[in-house]
C-alpha cells in the first residue's frame, strides 16, 4: 500500500482533491483539500523576492509554488492575488495539471509534516477529449514527481498506481435507472445510457451500450460560456465578480 492516495479533479473553477494517508496498512480518514486554479510561469527572482517580504504564515495550499527542473510556477491563491494570474480557459486542462498536482502533493505532505521521499496512488478525471493523451499524461506525471521542490523543499514521489478516468465515469458506476414496473434496480448491462457532465470550462457526455463506454465527446459548452454571453450584453462585469471565484 503506498504511502499517499490521491484522487484529484483539476477544474477549471477549482482544483479538488480527496486524500489519505496511509499508515500501518490502513488508510486513515479522507481529507478534502481545495486550490484555486490558476496557474502563472513565474521568474525564479519573483519567488525570491516573495519569500523574502511575505508576512505571516499561510497554509502550504495557500501559498503555493512549484520548482520543476529550471521553471518556477505560482499556483493557486499565490498566482491568483500575488501575481495577478488569470485561468485560461482555452487552454488543456493537462497543461495545468502538472503543477497543480505538485502543489497538491507538496501541500499534503508538509501540512501532515512527512517526509521527503514517499509513494503514491493518484486517481484524475480528464474530459473525454483529453482522456486520449492519459498514457502521455501518466509519463509526465511519473517523471515530474520523481523530482521537485515545493516552497523551498526538495520532494521524490514513487508514482506506485495511476488511474485515469474520463469526466462522468463516476456518475456511471454508482447511478442505476428504477424498474417502472416495482422497485427493483435495473442492472446497467441491460441498459444504453448517456451520462452528461457539464463543468466550468466545457461540458462532456458518455454513452454506454450495455455496460461498456463505446463513446464519448467533450465540446466548449460550460458555463463559462454563459458567463460570457452575461459580459457580452452588460457592461463593467467581470467573469470572477460573476461567479463568485
Excluded at 54 to 66: H, Q, R, T, Y
Excluded at 93 to 105: F, R
Aim: one cysteine or more; a positive charge; hydrophobic letters at 40%.
Amino acid at each position: 500500500m503506498s504511502d499517499v492516495t490521491v484522487a484529484a479533479d483539476f477544474g477549471a473553477s477549482l482544483v479538488r482533491a480527496i486524500f489519505s494517508l496511509n499508515s500501518q496498512s490502513q488508510a486513515l480518514k479522507p481529507e478534502l483539500m481545495l486550490i484555486a486554479p490558476q496557474v502563472l510561469r513565474v521568474p525564479s527572482k519573483s519567488i525570491e523576492n516573495y519569500e523574502k517580504y511575505k508576512l505571516g504564515n499561510s497554509m502550504p495550499e495557500n501559498s503555493a509554488w512549484v520548482k520543476l527542473g529550471n521553471d518556477y510556477y505560482a499556483v493557486g491563491h499565490l498566482a491568483k492575488t500575488h501575481f495577478n494570474a488569470v485561468h485560461c480557459l482555452e487552454s488543456l486542462k493537462i497543461d495545468s495539471a502538472i503543477p497543480q498536482l505538485l502543489a497538491i502533493v507538496g501541500s499534503i505532505v508538509q501540512s501532515k509534516q512527512m517526509g521527503n521521499s514517499f509513494s503514491l496512488s493518484l486517481g484524475i478525471l480528464l474530459p473525454w477529449g483529453e482522456y486520449t493523451d492519459r498514457d502521455r499524461f501518466e509519463s509526465y506525471i511519473k517523471q515530474a514527481l520523481s523530482g521537485f521542490c515545493f516552497r523551498g523543499k526538495e520532494y521524490f514521489v514513487t508514482l506506485e498506481s495511476f488511474t485515469c478516468l474520463p469526466e462522468g465515469a463516476g456518475l456511471f458506476a454508482r447511478g442505476r435507472v428504477p424498474h417502472k414496473g416495482g422497485d427493483r434496480l435495473r442492472n446497467a448491462r441491460e441498459l444504453n445510457i448517456a451520462v452528461l457532465t457539464i463543468g466550468y470550462r466545457n461540458a462532456s457526455m458518455l454513452s454506454i451500450e450495455k455496460g461498456a463506454l463505446s463513446w464519448g465527446c467533450t465540446e466548449n459548452y460550460g458555463f463559462s460560456r454563459m458567463v460570457e454571453k452575461v459580459q457580452q450584453f452588460t457592461s463593467g462585469q467581470k467573469a470572477e465578480r460573476l461567479v463568485g471565484l
